[in-house]
């Protein structure tokens, strides 16, 4: 994907601000640029450079780990397949929790020992030397759709430093509407609407383990039974009709 750099960038922020900031400055400047590096990272999940759809992950005592050797250290888990998602097997789905440690599968009597996730990687920076670091450096790579937000966003701060804080606003709103065309670029690519979690329907529980009817049962799950009207997917997970969704029968 593409990128600029970090000599572009500061280059840009000097040029609006109308400064020639001095050496003692930079690490200011680089201070405020990687605040709004954040704020653009945490304003979606869905940023195409920071996707992973689908990778298969070690499941060690039921848990996914954030971090595995020789992968993206994870973020945020968005969905857990049994199978390679959005394939002709890869519809099921582990229910699961976030702790300290990672996603906790909910699998029922079944033991994964690998579960494809779907998740938002940290936010890191490469440098043309294929290097990383979790934040900016003067060596860094800007992500391309990251860079104008960027640029204005850092400006706004800096005027509000400055005291400038009328001249702040409007700098700052105008960031703001640099980073939502970017959004809105991201939610047209349909990425999101794919990949994104789905509300609980009794429909989609079909196929969901911990949770899962009929594709549980055939897994190891139990039958499904119906009680006051409410039916078991297994595990102890019930719906009725209307797809409400419950860890008991309602009475």
């Not at 430093?161 to 980073?179: H, P, T, Y």
């Not at 991201?186 to 594709?215: C, P």
């Not at 409410?230 to 009475?251: C, E, I, K, M, R």
């Amino acid at each position: 994907m593409q990128t600029r750099t970090y000599a572009d960038l500061f280059e840009l922020v000097s040029a609006l601000c109308g400064v020639t900031f001095a050496t003692i400055e930079e690490p200011r400047i680089r201070a405020l640029m990687n605040r709004r590096a954040v704020r653009a990272f945490k304003s979606s999940n869905y940023w195409t450079r920071f996707i992973k759809i689908g990778e298969e992950r070690t499941v060690t005592d039921g848990v996914i780990p954030f971090v595995e050797a020789n992968k993206t250290t994870i973020d945020s888990f968005l969905r857990v397949f049994v199978y390679a998602p959005f394939k002709t097997t890869g519809s099921q789905e582990y229910q699961y929790t976030v702790g300290s440690d990672g996603a906790e599968v909910l699998s029922g009597t079944i033991t994964p020992t690998s579960a494809f996730v779907v998740y938002k990687g940290i936010l890191s920076f490469a440098t043309a030397a294929g290097a990383t670091s979790q934040s900016l450096t003067s060596s860094s790579l800007i992500p391309e759709e990251w860079f104008e937000y960027m640029a204005h966003g850092t400006y706004a701060d800096y005027l509000r430093a400055e005291g400038q804080q009328e001249k702040a606003a409007v700098a700052d709103a105008e960031a703001s509407e640099i980073l939502l065309d970017e959004l809105m670029k991201l939610d047209e690519q349909h990425t999101q609407t794919v990949i994104a979690k789905r509300i609980f329907t009794n429909m989609n529980m079909q196929s969901r383990y911990g949770g899962g009817g009929g594709a549980l049962g055939a897994n190891g799950g139990s039958a499904s039974t119906t009680i006051n009207g409410y039916t078991n997917l297994a595990g102890d997970f019930y719906t009725n009709l209307a797809g409400d969704f419950y860890t008991q029968p309602a009475a």
